[in-house]
């Protein structure tokens, strides 16, 4: 029988995950545009960064030290993200844009704002 994977131990909630995403995903696009400043970030080259984001922190977990181990490390992020996804996908609809978008267009704006799950205005 597998072994079942703890829950984990979360310090932050969501609104500061979001809070914090809001402000740092416009920096991160930015840094990744000025390589290649006339082609289009790709949603490709998101992935592959946070995929190196996430090795970087499997990578330092000094309690992962089997590949069976790094797996399951990079299944739990897995797990994360689609939760994330789903969550996201449930709090817009099908006629609004995505948080990504909103966050874009939030920060094109110059208004910043922490968002959550308390926010009084549709993301």
Not at 19 to 32: H, N, Q, W
Not at 39 to 54: A, K, Q, R, Y
Not at 86 to 101: I, N, V, Y
Request: include cysteine.
């Amino acid at each position: 029988m597998a072994k079942a994977v703890p829950l984990p131990v979360l310090t932050l909630n969501e609104q500061e995950l979001m809070g914090t995403y809001s402000e740092f995903m416009p920096i991160v696009m930015d840094m990744l545009q000025s390589f290649h400043p006339e082609t289009p970030i790709t949603g490709d080259d998101l992935n592959s960064f946070f995929g190196l984001c996430v090795g970087a922190l499997i990578d330092n977990d000094s309690h992962l030290t089997t590949p069976r181990d790094i797996r399951l490390g990079g299944e739990t992020s897995a797990v994360h993200a689609i939760g994330w996804a789903k969550r996201f996908r449930e709090m817009r609809g099908d006629d609004r844009p995505s948080f990504f978008a909103y966050v874009m267009e939030d920060r094109k704006k110059g208004a910043p704002h922490v968002h959550g799950p308390e926010c009084k205005h549709d993301h």
